[in-house]
T-cell receptor, first 113, second 112 residues
Framework: SQTIHQWPATLVQPVGSPLSLECTVEGTSNPNLYWYRQAAGRGLQLLFYSVGIGQISSEVPQNLSASRPQDRQFILSSKKLLLSDSGFYLC????????????FGQGTRLTVV | GENVEQHPSTLSVQEGDSAVIKCTYSDSASNYFPWYKQELGKRPQLIIDIRSNVGEKKDQRIAVTLNKTAKHFSLHITETQPEDSAVYFCAATSSGNTPLVFGKGTRLSVIA
């Protein structure tokens, strides 16, 4: 079976500090990978998605970047966090080439102080 | 690109009543429409989905209907229970390598 791991679960970071959130998927190969952000009480905003190693599509210009160094690893980064980067970050995966659901990780609650 | 509108943003119902959440989409090529439930502090989880070759799908107390002509789909929850209280998201996509586009969510409160 497939599982998705996302860590850490919670994070408190000062303004201007760097960020690295990691997500890995087990039990499948070449998944589509996604990073979503959810501000408090708001919807799911797609930040980045990847259909393969080194292939990253950015949906929203922002203070964040994403990388996919390995097939089942997706990393969300920032060089300098802003207060507005606070939120609930969700990694997700889906089967490549199939029109199916996305499976979400447990999420990381980031608070920038 | 695809745009998904979801209404209402909040919904309160008495326990045992029905709840209906509606979504519209803009891309006529969209052919897959999942619904997710997100409990407080948790990840969104799929509760039901429908494909464009089907008009209705039911799973116990939950049903989804799709009107391709009008480009809208709806979630119906019957005999609501307090544990149905959560945020519900609709979504749409047209292909396997195109990300799901989500509606802004509906906060459902079931009052005992």
């Amino acid at each position: 079976s497939q599982t998705i791991h996302q860590w850490p679960a919670t994070l408190v970071q000062p303004v201007g500090s760097p960020l690295s959130l990691e997500c890995t998927v087990e039990g499948t190969s070449n998944p589509n990978l996604y990073w979503y952000r959810q501000a408090a009480g708001r919807g799911l905003q797609l930040l980045f998605y990847s259909v393969g190693i080194g292939q990253i599509s950015s949906e929203v210009p922002q203070n964040l970047s994403a990388s996919r160094p390995q097939d089942r690893q997706f990393i969300l980064s920032s060089k300098k966090l802003l207060l507005s980067d606070s939120g609930f970050y969700l990694c997700a995966w889906s089967w490549t080439g199939r029109t199916t659901e996305a499976f979400f990780g447990q999420g990381t609650r980031l608070t920038v102080v | 690109g695809e745009n998904v509108e979801q209404h209402p943003s909040t919904l309160s119902v008495q326990e045992g009543d029905s709840a209906v959440i509606k979504c519209t989409y803009s891309d006529s090529a969209s052919n897959y429409f999942p619904w997710y439930k997100q409990e407080l502090g948790k990840r969104p989880q799929l509760i039901i989905d429908i494909r464009s070759n089907v008009g209705e799908k039911k799973d116990q107390r939950i049903a989804v209907t799709l009107n391709k002509t009008a480009k809208h789909f709806s979630l119906h929850i019957t005999e609501t229970q307090p544990e149905d209280s959560a945020v519900y998201f609709c979504a749409a996509t047209s292909s396997g390598n195109t990300p799901l586009v989500f509606g802004k969510g509906t906060r459902l409160s079931v009052i005992a």
